[in-house]
């Protein structure tokens, strides 16, 4: 780490090798190497386990969750919106 910060700080490049492989062909070696019904069973099982309705988030907050969306938005040009925490963004 201290060797990567070094060159950073000095504008040298990373002292790190090349990574030989990078994620994309790694997926593209791995979809290759399943045979066809197996890489089928696997995306069938990961489209049953991610598909349908997500959980809403069970998150700690300061105040109660609305029981659903409100339309309070407002569209504006980017040069006459107000900037976060001014007064007009507060509710």
Known sequence: ??????AFL????SPLPDVPMQYADF???QRDSLREE????ELAYWRR???GQLPAPSLPTDRP???GAAAR??????ASCP??????TRS
Do not use: I, K, T
């Not at 780490?1 to 070094?6: E, Q, S």
């Not at 000095?10 to 490049?13: E, K, T, Y």
């Not at 900037?83 to 007009?88: A, I, Q």
């Open 73 to 78: 938005g407002r569209r504006c040009a980017a």
């Open 27 to 29: 997926a593209d070696w």
């Open 83 to 88: 900037g976060p925490g001014s007064d007009e």
């Open 65 to 67: 969750r609305a029981g």
């Open 10 to 13: 000095h504008g040298l490049p």
């Open 49 to 51: 386990q991610l598909g």
């Open 1 to 6: 780490l201290g060797a990567l910060y070094g």
């Open 38 to 41: 197996l890489l089928q069973n």
